[in-house]
């Protein structure tokens, strides 16, 4: 009885073991793969290309320097004709060996000389002229557009290298263009080329090729030619113009301004 009770205990406890088929699953997890980050250095990185700007660029001035056409006349300066030679009180005008010469021995006095039988309207004078004892305010003066001898322009340059240019009407001068530095020294050693530029109411003035200032009037529109010597104290003053060349223009209409 004993055995057959072990036998049944034995048979029920086969019964309740599990099978192989009846295991139950079991989730596999898989790990994830971790990202892995890896830099790339740009050895040659891309930069932005600077937008350059343009430097100013300066207007040319086509007045700088002066322009003209044809030689109208040579002035020689090797007579009389057609210039006078003179002497009175302030003192003598005379032409000889090739220079017209305004010698001032008064004091504070002046002289005029006018190119006799000339009358200009759009034209470029050139003249070049020697000092000798120039001092403070002495001064030299280029005659243009003469309508006798109280009534033209008049380009000053004293002998502290300063520049003015006026119209004298009846002997009275109206300032055009006021006192002002040219492109001289002082004493006036060298000898200067003045060049007077008209065409209609515009009038350049240039000293050795350069220019000095550039006015409008036409006040006077045509005349003849002159020099002019003014002694500011009683020193005398020499002024010698050694050459006179005189060449046409085109007629303009407006000026060109200048810097």
Avoid at 19 to 34: K, R
Avoid at 100 to 129: D, I, P
Avoid at 201 to 216: H, K, T
Avoid at 237 to 253: G, I, P, Q, Y
Wanted: one cysteine or more; a negative charge.
């Amino acid at each position: 009885m004993g055995l057959v009770v072990i036998l049944l205990l034995g048979m029920m406890l086969s019964a309740c073991m599990p099978t192989d088929d009846s295991v139950a699953e079991t989730a596999t997890v898989s790990a994830v793969p971790t990202s892995t980050f890896t830099a790339t250095v740009d050895w040659f990185p891309v930069t932005a290309t600077p937008t350059l700007i343009p430097a100013d660029t300066a207007t040319p001035n086509p007045a700088a320097t002066p322009v003209y056409g044809s030689l109208i006349f040579s002035d020689p300066f090797s007579g009389n004709d057609p210039w006078a030679n003179e002497q009175n009180g302030n003192g003598y005008v005379i032409v000889k060996e090739g220079a017209l010469s305004l010698a001032v021995k008064a004091e504070k006095g002046s002289l005029f000389t006018f190119r006799n039988n000339t009358m200009l309207t759009n034209y470029y004078l050139e003249t070049t002229v020697n000092v000798g004892l120039c001092k403070g305010d002495d001064q030299l003066g280029v005659l243009f557009r003469v309508n006798g001898s109280q009534s033209f322009y008049r380009f000053l340059i004293n002998c502290q290298g300063m520049v003015s240019l006026q119209q004298v009407a009846g002997g009275t001068p109206v300032v055009l263009v006021d006192w002002a530095p040219g492109s001289v020294s002082a004493g006036l050693y060298q000898p200067i080329t003045i060049g007077v530029w008209q065409s209609g109411s515009v009038i350049r003035i240039y000293i050795n090729g350069i220019l000095q200032f550039e006015a409008s009037s036409d006040y006077y529109k045509s005349g003849g030619i002159g020099f002019y010597a003014h002694a500011a104290s009683d020193t005398p003053l020499t002024v010698n113009f050694t050459s006179l060349n005189v060449f046409e223009v085109a007629r303009t209409s407006s000026a060109t301004p200048t810097p």
